[in-house]
């Protein structure tokens, strides 16, 4: 939407208009095609409404960074003229990951903290993750900031500055800190797709005496070598192919802010991210009997299965970052994962999702036990998956469609948890997911059996479903 906002106040008096594209402003964070939807105007007026919402007093301090992408030093400079004409002071931690950023926000005297990222997205598109003190600034907070810069009228504050503090040396002394180093040599290859984390990434694990083989662990914002998302299979076949070559112990990825973290196995394989957190789980509740720890509704049956078993308590919560670091405080849970990628420790760590922390954690582990990740699953009992399935749905239908589907199924008698759209159990530990993404016109769907024939069978039941509430709506 276009609309002239004031974004002069009372001391220039002057009003510009700002295009206002309402699907940039996310569940999570703000994210969109820099060149397209971020104009300069509308990333200024951003820092002017976000000035007004940090707490009020004389001292407004807030961390910024940005990670590697093309796009961001014009964000920055953007963002930063209008935080700075907001009365902001601001604590600039410069260019790196996204968990640098979140340690700035832990680590400094500050408000909060805001990170100019694309995060595992296209070289094109970029955007804000936002933090109010330590928590995450997501939801409600993030659409009632669009509407101060819709309405306009947006106040300058006299007071505001910028310093700049280089954190790495502190990042990585903390993320380092109590992380047992390897008794003997272990190889390890991390792949960083170009992104942000690859120096800190080879900083730490370096720090505790792993020498890592490094691809493309070097900053470019238009990852050439391939995409930074470890999600994605393909994007991890220069890996895959590298520890094969090697006979590394274990090959980890990064995604382009170094959220996200991907792991390849000894043998070549993909671990995800709730095998993953099978292995960390255990390793927790070995040293905290009866701790609290949260999956989402993505991850595997087994996973909560295996938390049980080893004397924990499992918490099937919603996607997305900001809402599981909000529900582990309130469950007071020591770890937390998402399919992925994203892996919360507040066992020994501060609780945000950081990949190289979560790549020094794995790193660890494998030392200690001499084994492979393949070696330490062996006992979990063997399903089959597929992957996450993404599948167009237009905004003002996709809700209604999950709803539907919740409510078709419970009256065939399924037992359906809605925590998060709709997670179906068909028997035997059997389940499909249908969700609606909070990012995009996106309905999310995930499936797992015991054999190809059950996950087929689950899978068409489903799909059916959603085929024939998506014509009823057309």
Known sequence: MERAIGCGGKTRGREMTVRVPTQIFREYDIRGVADRDLTDELVYALGLALATM???????????????????????AALLRGLIEGGVHVVDAGVGPTPMLYFAAHHLDVDGGIMITGSHNPAEENGFKMMRGRASFFGA????????????????????KVESIDVTDDYVDAATKDIERPKS??????????????????????????????????MDGLFPNHHPDPTVPKNLDALVKRVKETGARVGLAYDGDADRLGAVDANGEIVWGDKLMILFSRTVLAQ???????????????LYDDIAKHGGRPIMWKTGHSLIKTKMKEEHALLAGEMSGHLFFADRYFGYDDAIYASLRLVELLSKTGKTMGELLADVPKTVTTPELRVDCPDDIKFDIVKAVTETFRKRGNQV??????????????????????TGPVLVMRFEAHDEGELLKVRTDVEEVVATERAKRK
């Open 141 to 160: 907070d993030i659409q009632a900031l669009r509407a101060k810069i819709e309405a306009g009228d947006l106040p300058r504050t006299p007071g505001g």
């Open 54 to 76: 940090l707490p009020a007093g004389p001292k407004k301090r807030l961390a910024l960074a940005r990670d590697c992408r093309v796009s961001g030093e014009r964000l920055h």
């Open 185 to 218: 040599p272990i190889s390890v290859v991390l792949d960083a797709g170009n992104g942000a984390g690859g120096p800190l990434g080879l900083k730490a694990l370096r720090k505790i005496g792993v020498e890592p083989e490094a691809l493309y662990c070097e």
């Open 288 to 302: 905290n009997a009866g701790a609290a720890i949260l999956g989402e509704v993505k991850c595997s049956q087994t």
């Open 417 to 438: 948890t809605d925590t998060d759209g709709a997670r179906i159990a068909f028997g035997n530990g059997a389940w499909g997911l249908v969700r609606a993404s909070n």
